[in-house]
């Protein structure tokens, strides 16, 4: 079992930058894939990204690409979400989750381990 826990949420103006960071312990870290997915207020939780266990693949919603960026510290158990160009869409709580492997996933289904969630908020 992993334990997960994400940091870094806040308020923003639209145009601006957050990076949120998760903290893992549990299983080895460098093991299995991470996974940020974000959940607004009555809809369903929506893939975001995702990063191997190496962290030299990364793969990303359309949504969000080209505007945030997914990177991995295997020494330090943290995985990152560094997001740009921030919109009032962007707005939600966002979930890092631990993946029952090591590659690249991109469903709810793949990830056995999910974080409390931190929220983030674009204000126009």
């Known amino acids: 079992q992993v334990q997960l826990v994400e940091s870094g949420g806040g308020l923003v103006q639209a145009g601006g930058s957050l990076r949120l960071s998760c903290a893992a312990s549990g299983r080895t870290f460098s093991s299995y894939g991470m996974g940020w997915f974000r959940q607004a207020p009555g809809k369903e939780r929506l893939f975001v990204a995702a990063i191997n266990s190496n962290g030299i693949g990364t793969m990303y919603a359309d949504s969000v690409k080209g505007r945030f960026t997914i990177s991995r510290d295997n020494d330090k158990n943290t995985v990152y979400l560094q997001m740009k160009s921030l919109n009032t869409e962007d707005t939600a709580v966002y979930y890092c989750?631990?993946?029952?492997?090591?590659?690249?996933?991109?469903?709810?289904?793949?990830?056995?381990?999910w974080g409390q969630g931190t929220q983030v908020t674009v204000s126009s």
């Open positions: 989750a631990a993946a029952r492997g090591a590659g690249l996933f991109g469903t709810t289904g793949s990830f056995g381990s």
